[in-house]
């Protein structure tokens, strides 16, 4: 049997993987999402308003990868190129002609999505993240902007965060650069996704990418009010009761911030507390657990902090590290178990309270060195809720 040998194979893989599935992308609309926040529910929001168009979807995500919305679980948010290619050939195979990846700042720094073309790429925002991998931020930095090099299209750039109108400069693409805010083009007084607070942001962007779909203003709208929230990120689940709860994936200062944000501008409203459940993971970005402590203590009238996914490190340190950013301490709880800290949050509760629980969303387990306790944020809510 004939053995190929060929020692620049290792930077190479994907055109030689291109090369062995015949280009499945050739003819194909290729959108690439990246950014610190907000990445995931971009794309799956996307993902839906170009299904309700018609169009067939492939999706390369952390939430499933498959044709929308028959989406098969992933341990990866960008998968490793063999998972990627036997994925694409699938899409090429059932005819899509719309795909769209989620582009970690890791997957991008490896090549994993090296020689792709993409049409449209989103760059959601750039925050402080994955550091311990990343060595530096500017490094970080130039793994996001990696994408919007490969981008022989229209480019999309959130006007509002800092860090990404510092770095255009390191945008060599000649794409056309569309600009977005917070602010939508269309009469969205009280235009409420389903099961959750409207991220506009989010909006914004598909609002401009069914412009250049050539969809009318009603059309869009009309997809608008059909939208559904990602599971875990971002639902907003109200009782009769027991107040409004908001379950999301926020696990960075950045993002953490802009959700209670959002929350405090319907609390005021109500009159009611925020009460938040929250913790930070272990070996990784201890810089950011006493900045989210902060802006807990900041936007909070009661904390409760608990385990995220400690990991190899102690529980109790990294809920520390949170501590210390906590300015007042009179309206703070330690429940290490991330189940009773739930009940606990549900047992303070009132009618008009938001309780925010954050930074595992959907995932369906808590990791403790080689221990792995089966665990659901949604799951436990809607138990302690009965």
Not at 53 to 75: A, D, F, M
Not at 137 to 163: E, R
Not at 319 to 341: E, F, T, V, W
Not at 360 to 375: A, S, V
Request: aromatic content about 8%; overall charge positive.
């Amino acid at each position: 049997m004939p053995i190929l040998y060929n020692k620049y194979l290792a930077t190479n893989h994907n055109k030689f993987l291109n090369y062995i599935y015949n280009h499945p992308l050739k003819n194909t609309q290729v959108i690439g999402i990246t950014g610190t926040d907000g990445k995931t529910s971009q794309l799956h929001l996307l993902a839906q308003s170009l299904h309700l168009c018609k169009k067939k979807i492939g999706v390369i995500s952390s939430e499933g990868n498959g044709i929308y919305p028959r989406l098969n679980k992933t341990n990866y948010t960008t998968p490793r190129i063999d998972i990627l290619f036997k994925y694409l050939q699938k899409f090429k195979e059932e005819k899509v002609k719309t795909v769209l990846i989620e582009c970690s700042s890791q997957g991008l720094d490896q090549g994993r999505l090296d020689d792709i073309i993409f049409n449209m790429s989103i760059l959601t925002n750039i925050n402080r993240d994955h550091i311990d991998y990343h060595q530096s931020f500017k490094n970080y930095v130039q793994a996001k902007i990696k994408l919007l090099n490969a981008t022989k299209g229209h480019i999309f750039l959130n006007k509002d965060c800092p860090y990404t109108m510092n770095n255009l400069k390191l945008i060599s693409s000649k794409s056309v650069k569309h600009f977005y805010s917070s602010d939508l083009d269309l009469n969205h007084k009280n235009l409420i996704l389903k099961n959750t607070i409207s991220n506009y942001y989010n909006l914004a962007v598909i609002l401009q990418i069914l412009k250049l779909e050539k969809l009318s203003k009603t059309k869009i709208l009309d997809i608008f009010t059909k939208l559904k929230a990602v599971k875990g990120r971002n639902n907003f689940i109200k009782t009769k009761y027991k107040g409004t709860y908001v379950v999301d994936y926020a696990h960075t200062p950045s993002s953490l911030l802009v959700l209670l944000k959002s929350i405090l501008s319907h609390s005021t409203y109500t009159g009611g507390k925020i009460i938040i459940v929250f913790g930070c993971g272990g070996d990784r970005d201890v810089w950011k657990r006493k900045k989210m402590g902060k802006i807990a203590s900041t936007f909070s009238d009661h904390i409760i902090l608990t385990d995220d996914n400690p990991r190899n490190e102690r529980p109790m340190k990294i809920i520390n590290d949170i501590k210390a950013g906590i300015k007042i301490k009179h309206n703070l709880s330690i429940i290490p178990s991330r189940q009773k800290a739930i009940y606990k949050a549900i047992s303070l509760a009132h009618k008009d309270d938001f309780i925010v629980i954050a930074g595992k969303g959907n995932e369906n387990d808590i990791l403790y060195k080689k221990h792995i306790i089966k665990h659901n944020d949604l799951k436990t809510l809607k138990i302690g809720l009965k």
